[in-house]
């Protein structure tokens, strides 16, 4: 809570994608103990663009070098300019505080971890992709986009993940969306991590929840999610679910007071995306709830 | 700090959490016009003892202000050691926030909205951003009157604050049940009626728009709760000073205005949303100017308070204080800090009291 007034200079930012940006900021106590799937807030300099802080996902965090890298949108004002946000030079200081929410919860057991994003969803799972490797784990990411001009560089990420790429137009990779992917690496995938528009999600978590049915005996040697069960949305249930999400719920003021980022969980009670999330195992959500 | 050799056995390398550490600098830029902090003594609530300090907010030295009047009388014996409030909403019960914001110096804390029964709050999307606003539709959550006194009614007793419950519900019956229920702890400093709240027996159309319903509500209210009541209206009457002098007559101890705005946001919150922030600031502007001009109890005003001088704007058109919300949001400190902004006017102009500056801009 004390970190809620807190400043971060802007050391570099550059273009990756049309209308898309990665900005590296001196930020080390947000860098210091942030985990995979946390986020940080992001306060524009003029209030009247964005009154409220953004919420981003951490895209990298270096606690060495006290380093963050954000993966953000330039947002467009009503009269098509980029907010100021948008225009932030090397030195700017700008309010960034976090981290905040629950992170993903990776199983020790898990070999095999299949990261699937659409769009600007890849920026909350790539600080999981290099821990997944650092850690030793194989992991495959699967990235649907509307063309070939909107895909992730590949240079971005570590040379260990295999990288699968799904276009809409058919302009790169697989023609049709990424859920098209998703079937062929279902079998090998311990632990599936997805973050994306909330279709995607949608469809991935009724795709997941069948999953058991589907797999028959390939899934009863690891008795994942067997054995004593676990109180919903603690990490322990979420390290055995198949499917976790990041959930990009705008937040108002991630203290978990303001409760505009609530979102209804599977027995309709709600859950703060700021501190109960962003990240939550398919089973917690009412997925037909969220809009 | 020096690296520690770290053995992996196993699994993966979970890096402990440690907390950063902030460490707080002292300004030497002192603004003119303050006299020395040590003297003065601050209106009747500052003289318990301060809550801990939050980092952040203004001048973490200051323990007492400037030797200004600032003492605000909302009636009933709720007098705020300032005119600055923290509206109902952005820092829930108190209890969220007391670790970073230091409520000992401010005037009061309105709670969040508070119904009878549990409430589990609107599907999402709950919250857009708009133009210098938010246009939200939280459904009310909260878990209800009974789980939020035994929550936490001890810790706000223990707070030198004023805490004032604000009070929700669909019919004059649930208001009462409500308000009933609050009498005689020794934490809740007052009661504040959200007459924005949809009124069930009407279909729906809110108490504030209803000066029958509305007059009838504080009515019923009054004749249970003896301490302070504060009755909140928000904009869309088609005459708020006939709602105001009904509220007044039937027993209000003072008005606070305005809630949010009726408002829509295409793709963003459903039914019942409403715009807060600095968009609304000049319709609660003229909500406030007409009320202060049409009853004779205190008026705290709210909307879209973000900087001192829209704290000035209010207390000008005759409101005793004033609360901030949706800006508090992005930057919890910022209630006290224009309570310390406030003192330092008051105190640069040579003023006695900051009465003096309540209605200027009416004469």
Redesign the interface.
Known sequence: ??????EAELVESRAILPGQWIGSFHA??VA??A?AGQFVHL?DPD???????RSVPLNTAD?STGIVTLHVRTPR??FGDPSPVGRLRAGDRV?LVGPFGRPFE?D?RSRHLLLIAAGLGVAALRMLAD?AV??G?QVTLLFGAPAARDVYPSSLLPDEVEYVVATADGSLGHHGPVTDLVPAYEAWADQAFAAGPRTLLAELARHAAGRRERMGVANLGRKRGGGRPEPMGSATARRKAFLQVALD??V??A??????????GAG???LRTCREGPVFSAPELDWD??? | MKAKKRVVT???????????T?RRIKSAIVPAGRPSPASGVRATHAAGPAAPS???QGDPDRATGPSVDVAVDLGRGLVLANPLVAAS????YGV??A??VDLGRLGALIT?GTTLRAR??A???????T????V?A?GY?NPGVDAVIAKHEPTWDSWSVPVVVNVCGESAGEFVEIVRRLEGLAGVAAVELNLGCPNAARGGTPFTVDPDAAASLVAAVRRTWDRCLIAKLSPGAADIRSVARAVASAGADAISAIGGVAALAV?GPGSGAVLT??AIHPIALRVVHDVVGAVGVPVVAYGGV?WLDDVLDFLAVGAVAVGVG??A?????LPVRLAEELEDVVAARGLASYRDLVGIARR
């Open positions: 809570m004390t970190t809620l007034l807190a080390p106590h210091s103990g985990r306060r209030p009247t663009t964005e009154l409220l802080r606690p004002s009503r309010g990776v020790p821990e650092r850690d784990r719920q705008p108002g003021c203290a978990a007071t303001c409760l505009g980022c609530a979102v209804l309709g009670v709600p709830a969220l809009p | 196993s699994g993966p390398q979970t890096p402990t959490r440690r907390t950063p902030v939050g980092i952040g909403g952005p820092f829930g969220e926030v670790d970073a969040r589990a709050g599907p999402p999307p709950r919250m857009a951003a133009p210098s606003g938010i939200h939280l959550q793709g922030g600095p973000a949706t800006a949001l992005a930057d919890p400190g």
